[in-house]
Nanobody, 126 residues
Framework: RVQLVEDGGGSVQPGESLRLSCAVS????????MAWFRQAPGKDREGIAG???????NYAESMQDRFAITRDDAKETLYLQINNLKPEDSGVYYC????????????????????WGQGVQVTVSS
């Protein structure tokens, strides 16, 4: 059974940076399209970025400047670097895996991912 466990969240001040991680186990991680999503209080979950097994990335519009998705297949871990954090970045961040990825664009679209982590809280306030 595929399991995803996020880490690295916390409370930070505006302008600071965080690196979230997502450890994957129980599956063939290196084949998956992986992605990060977030959900702010009272809002729908939204995609941030996806990365395929070849390292090609796709970012949601407005997410390209301060967010960077990377993956380490040897460690079976996905990362999200967030720079210059803003209060509106607060929310729960989720990683997700598309285990049926067939080589098309790996985009952070909610309905294509079949495994999800439990989420990690990020709070940005002064």
């Amino acid at each position: 059974r595929v399991q995803l466990v996020e880490d690295g969240g916390g409370s930070v001040q505006p302008g600071e940076s965080l690196r979230l991680s997502c450890a994957v186990s129980g599956g063939t991680y290196s084949r998956y399209c992986m992605a990060w999503f977030r959900q702010a209080p009272g809002k729908d979950r939204e995609g941030i970025a996806g990365i395929d097994r070849n390292g090609f990335t796709n970012y949601a519009e407005s997410m390209q400047d301060r967010f960077a998705i990377t993956r380490d297949d040897a460690k079976e871990t996905l990362y999200l670097q967030i720079n210059n954090l803003k209060p509106e970045d607060s929310g729960v961040y989720y990683c997700a895996a598309d285990s049926h990825w067939s080589g098309s664009f790996c985009q952070p679209m909610l309905n294509r991912f079949d495994y999800w982590g439990q989420g990690v809280q990020v709070t940005v306030s002064s």
